[in-house]
């Protein structure tokens, strides 16, 4: 190793190298503010080299903000009794993935809150008809039992988002009112043992989140070997009881987005709405920070407002049709694709083991 270099030039070397920090290690540069654009940098040639230069386009739909939990930082909660509450059908739905495909998405999210309405079943019917039309369907639908992820599974759902929003199990449970951090983990290994392509991820910026939390974060995405990892900044909702919360630091999401691309340099990482919401052309700082996602709305009409996470998330007056166009613009612009395939994760480091 090069004499002269800075501990963090000597950290990020080993982490584009090695793919492993220490958890000491992974705390001194989320802290390292001046090592920010060379973190970035390292992450972007990983990511250049494990899933290329395309970005994946996912198309997502909001399709219920009816939620039976009650988390404090989350618009669609329980108790938040000025959100406007909708539920599309399951024609409505199915509809809106088929306008999807017409815009070129090869894959279709399906998220809402924890609307029970949508049973095991009526779920299922949903996801067979969209998988009828040759899309990846990725599910966030909240925590379910084993046998309700096994039916969806088996009707072809491909991957499952569920965000624990950090791995301090004191916070968490001091967030989630009613909710337990071993039933979240549960969840997790469940869909694993299902063979869904499973995601996770980090709210920063929560009231009493360390620093050290946040790297036992990214060491439990390490461990659990998560496909795909969404990061977001805390926009407090006035809404909620933490409406009156400081923001999340834009910067420190950045700085975690890159570590998750080196130390998880096959993942799935998007580029967040939130992100943009806080930092003008925030999505493409953060492609160029290590991520290869991104998750534009095809949801339609007053659907789009009425799915009221954080308040001034961007988009909100835009066509699905105007989304589409304006992100391939923007990632072409960047000198990147949009890819064409369902964009799964290729285990790249297996393959170079066996051959």
């Avoid at 070129?104 to 067979?128: H, K, M, N, P």
């Avoid at 290994?189 to 946040?214: F, K």
């Avoid at 990061?231 to 890159?258: Q, Y």
Wanted: glycine letters at 8%; a neutral charge.
């Amino acid at each position: 190793m090069m004499t002269g270099q800075t501990l963090e030039q000597k950290l990020i070397a080993k982490a584009e190298t090695a793919h492993q920090l220490t958890k000491m290690e992974i705390v001194h540069l989320l802290q390292a503010v001046g090592a920010e654009d060379d973190l970035a940098k390292a992450a972007d040639r990983v990511r250049q080299i494990f899933v290329g230069d395309g970005v994946h386009l996912r198309g997502l739909i909001e399709f219920s903000n009816i939620c039976r939990q009650d988390c404090m930082y989350c618009g669609l909660r329980r108790d938040n009794h000025k959100i406007e509450r909708y539920r599309l059908t399951a024609d409505e739905i199915v509809r809106l993935a088929q306008k999807a495909k017409g815009y070129g998405y090869q894959t279709v999210v399906l998220q809402s809150g924890e609307d029970l309405y949508f049973t095991a079943e009526r779920l299922a019917e949903i996801i067979r008809r969209i998988k009828s039309m040759d899309l990846a369907v990725t599910l966030s639908v909240g925590e379910r039992s084993f046998d309700e992820y096994k039916l969806w599974r088996e009707a072809g759902a491909d991957r499952y988002l569920l965000r624990i929003e950090t791995t301090d199990q004191a916070l968490y449970e001091s967030l989630d009112p009613g909710m337990s951090y071993e039933n979240r983990v549960r969840c997790l290994m469940d869909l694993r043992a299902l063979g869904y392509e499973v995601g996770t991820g980090t709210l920063v910026g929560l009231p009493g989140q360390s620093v050290t939390s946040i790297a036992e974060d990214i060491l439990f995405y390490q461990q659990l070997d998560a496909d795909m990892v969404g990061i977001g900044p805390l926009i407090p909702n006035p809404d909620t009881p933490l409406g009156k919360a400081d923001k999340g630091d834009f910067h420190l999401t950045r700085r975690m987005v890159s570590l998750l691309r080196l130390l998880l340099p096959e993942a799935n990482i998007p580029a967040t709405t939130a992100m943009e919401t806080m930092v003008p052309r925030g999505r493409e700082l953060i492609l160029a920070s290590g991520a290869n996602v991104v998750m534009p709305n095809v949801t339609e009409g007053d659907s789009r407002r009425k799915y009221a996470l954080y308040p001034g998330k961007i988009c909100v007056a835009d066509t699905p049709a105007q989304c589409r166009s304006c992100m391939g613009g923007r990632i072409k612009a960047m000198g990147r694709y949009v890819a064409s395939d369902k964009g799964f994760r290729h285990h790249r480091q297996v393959q170079q083991e066996r051959s």
